[in-house]
């Protein structure tokens, strides 16, 4: 079992930049396929990024395509989510969350096959 807790979350200009961080306990963190997604008011949970458990592998959205970046440490069990270029639509709680299951393309987009979610942490982009 891992449990995460996400940070980095908080106000920011349209244009403007923020590193999430997930903090995992537990010292498995490497074995889990990590997930990013969010949610904004009235809409349903978007996946924004994955990444497999050495790193090797990535998997954006195409919204966030080019301006967000997926990375861990696994010897800080950490995960990380660098945005750029902020906009409001991207105002929304983000959560991180982890998959036990190996990293597959096809899956990792899907949030009902990840097993463990983060309380989320709030981005709000002004204009």
């Known amino acids: 079992q891992v449990q995460l807790v996400e940070s980095g979350g908080g106000l920011v200009q349209a244009g403007g930049s923020l590193r999430l961080s997930c903090g995992a306990s537990g010292r498995t963190f490497g074995r889990y396929t990590m997930g990013w997604f969010r949610q904004a008011p009235g809409k349903e949970r978007e996946f924004l990024a994955a990444i497999s458990w050495s790193g090797s592998a990535t998997n954006y959205a195409d919204s966030v395509k080019g301006r967000f970046t997926i990375s861990r440490d696994n010897a800080k069990s950490t995960l990380y989510l660098r945005m750029n270029s902020l906009k409001p639509e991207d105002t929304a709680v983000y959560y991180c969350?982890?998959?036990?299951?190996?990293?597959?393309?096809?899956?990792?987009?899907?949030?009902?096959?990840?097993?463990?979610w983060g309380q989320g942490t709030q981005v709000t982009v002004s204009s």
């Open positions: 969350a982890a998959n036990s299951a190996a990293y597959n393309s096809d899956y990792v987009r899907l949030g009902t096959k990840y097993d463990y």
